[in-house]
């Protein structure tokens, strides 16, 4: 009896252990999903509490001075009343009806125009050029980045040195038999004098984006495309351009925004001159804030620059919009 019964003991054992082993394994699901859930939320507050020094940061540095100075932008301060009086649209009122502010517009609207495709061009095509397998490339591309390294204000000293009347930029038109050029103080050639200091800056910056987007590009595509007889100008037309589109967009907005706020170069280059052909608007609202003292009208002012910023930015996603499917 002992003998037969161990056996049966044992398939009983053995068949409880089966249902008991599906048992736990029916209930781990549950358990999996509630951990998951808890998993999600605490990595949501680990994210959270790694964004909060920038978040921070954004709140103290962006957000509440732009709301300090939308406010005071409806206030002036009066010498004769004493302390600030409220005047509404009153600063705004006075800034359009300035010919100096119609004018630092206008110049900042004919630079956007000229800079930002020059610099995104001129990027692209260094971008295109420096990825592909050549020998050297990769040491003119570094010397490409290397102002990224100068601030700008260092650069700005840089090239006040070159465009002197016995600096390097005349002394290499000399060689060709040029005139010397009056590069800062001609109204005429201050402000191209700014645009291609600025795009020596920023041409390297902007193409390392690009390189980036590039380089993403599976070597497939253009392995099939070579394949198929496509010659490489149309290569970089029909398949290069439109596959860095997302890149492509990315430095525009971003070059654009960069652009509207220079202010280094002009104070230490032109000041603004000569005759106010080169007074970006940036500066105008520095000149207006401390040469002037009329802090207001300045914050006034700082709000038109930024309306003028989102304006043009939303007209460059308008154009760059494409069917993401």
């Known amino acids: 009896m002992s003998t037969t019964s161990r056996p049966v003991v044992s398939a009983r054992r053995h068949r409880t252990g089966i249902t008991t082993d599906q048992g736990s394994k029916a209930g781990r699901p549950g358990k999996a999903g ?5 998993g999600h939320a605490g990595q949501g507050r680990i994210a959270v509490l790694f964004l909060l020094p920038a978040l921070i940061s954004l709140a103290l540095l962006r957000l509440i001075p732009a709301g300090v100075a939308l406010v005071e932008s409806f206030f002036n301060e009066s010498l004769l009343r004493g302390g600030r009086t409220f005047v509404g649209l009153g600063n705004y009122a006075d800034l359009l009806g300035n010919p100096d502010f119609r004018q630092s517009v206008a110049v900042t609207l004919v630079f956007t125009l000229i800079v930002n495709p020059v610099q995104i061009a001129v990027s692209f095509l260094l971008a295109v050029l420096y990825t592909q397998r050549a020998a050297g ?7 490409v980045i290397l ?12 090239w006040s040195v070159i465009y002197r009347p016995d600096g390097l930029a005349n002394s290499f038109l000399d060689l060709l038999t ?8 001609s109204s005429s050639q201050a402000l191209p004098s700014i645009i291609v200091l600025l795009s020596w800056i920023g041409v390297g910056y902007w193409m390392l984006f690009l390189i980036a987007g590039i380089n993403d590009i599976p070597d497939e595509i253009h392995e099939a495309a070579s394949l198929d007889g496509v010659s490489p100008w149309r290569r970089l037309w029909s398949i290069t351009l439109p596959l860095v589109r997302r890149p492509l967009a990315f430095v525009l907005v971003a070059d654009t925004v ?5 202010f280094a170069p002009v104070q230490i280059l032109t000041k603004g001159g000569p005759n106010g052909t080169t007074n970006l608007m ?6 207006r804030a ?3 003292g009329d802090l207001h009208t300045a914050q006034a002012e700082v709000i038109l620059l930024v309306a003028v910023t989102l304006i043009i930015v939303a007209l460059q996603f ?8």
Not at 138 to 143: G, N, Y
Not at 148 to 157: E, K
Not at 282 to 287: E, F, K, L, R
Not at 319 to 325: A, E, H, N, T, V
């Open 282 to 287: 940036m500066y105008d609202v520095y000149n």
């Open 34 to 38: 509630r951990s998951g859930k808890g």
């Open 258 to 262: 960069s652009n509207l706020l220079v």
């Open 318 to 325: 308008r154009l760059l919009k494409g069917d993401d499917r």
């Open 290 to 292: 401390y040469a002037i």
């Open 147 to 158: 102002p990224i390294a100068v601030p700008p204000a260092v650069s700005a000293v840089i």
């Open 178 to 185: 040029i005139p010397a050029q009056p590069f800062l103080t």
């Open 137 to 143: 490339s990769k040491v003119w591309r570094a010397l």
